[in-house]
């Protein structure tokens, strides 16, 4: 006898993740193009929606606080560059487990620091941009000497110690106690052993072949000093000095600041005013080189800044005194007229004491007092 067996509906199976997932990014069937439609669409919408409006994961569940805004994203709080004034410094990185009383390193002093003053404070007006002047071979030239001052003089200070030299360079370039040119102020005694304005140019400094990266860092700040930048920091500079030494002038010019590890400074009175760095620039740039040494260093031809500011106070001195009582000379007379004279018969010596107009004619010109009267 056969027992019929009970007939069992059964559950239709589940996909798994998997084939559902393949069956989600499948785009080979007759619905490939809303698929693709819906998908482009839930990508899109987290890229259109405003800032104000994405939620923050909540970790521990609660409802993310609204971020605020940063000092320097306020409007009209902000200027360029205000974010680096809101940025911590990096802490202090340790050497070791401070639990183990290993503490923190000292902080690296390499001596360098900023004190120049403030624009147009204590020290005096800025310098007038730097006009270039001259042919293409004088620009040439002149780029090329203010790069290799910058380098051998600071290629390992910052940019801003860089500058500072620039303008010291172009600061002496506008006085008329020093050449006016780039070329002739780097390279301005040169042909001594020593007493050279820029020591690299008589120390042996140039057989030192320059690194690459540091050059066209140093002739980047010469491109831009040449094309009229101007370093406000040390004004009209015309001296500076590395920080472990002090020359012996050092007390009888103006401190202007330090920048890095170069102390700068200006003349006090009359050379070290504006209206002395006047002239003008023309080119005429000599070769980018040293001059040939000289075996015979007369004593005294190194240009002193003090002897050099009171050379040109002398000169300014001289100068209006003579403007002052100038006289024009005599006129020169061919020797006919110096035989009549000369200029004493111009100087009209004997003219009459009276007048020889006559007794009728004394009220001529004037109102008749009476009308109808004679």
Known sequence: MTTARPSV???????????????????????????????????????????GEWATLALDGAAAKPAQSMPFETPGDSFPGSAFFYLEDLPQ???????LGDEAP?????????????????????ARAFFANGTGLDKARALQCMTMALYYEAANEPTEGQRAVAQVILNRVAHPSYPDSVCGVVFQGSERRTGCQFSFTCDG???????????DRARDVAVSSLAGYVHRGVRLATHYHATYVLPYWASSLHNVGTIGLHTFYKWRGVAGRS?????????????????????????????????????????????????AVYVSPPPSYSPAIEARGGDRIYAAENLPQSSGVKAEYANSGRWIAQPGGT
């Open 275 to 323: 209206d002395a760095f006047a002239s003008r620039y023309r080119g005429g740039e000599p070769v980018a080189a040293p001059h040939p040494r000289s075996y015979a260093d007369p004593a005294g031809s190194a240009p002193d800044p003090v002897v050099l500011a009171q050379a040109y106070e002398a000169a300014r001195r001289k100068a209006a005194i003579e403007t």
């Open 106 to 126: 000292p902080p690296l002093e390499t001596g360098a620091h900023f004190d120049a003053e403030p624009a147009f404070g204590p020290a005096g007006p800025a």
């Open 93 to 99: 990185v340790r050497q070791g487990d401070p639990a």
């Open 9 to 51: 509906t059964r559950r239709p199976r589940r996909p798994r993740l998997n084939e559902r997932l393949r069956g989600l990014f499948a785009f080979d069937g007759p619905h490939r193009g809303r698929r693709l439609l819906a998908l482009a669409a839930a990508m899109a919408v987290p890229a259109m929606a405003a800032p």
């Open 205 to 215: 400094s140039l057989a030192r072949k320059p690194a690459r990266a540091t050059w």
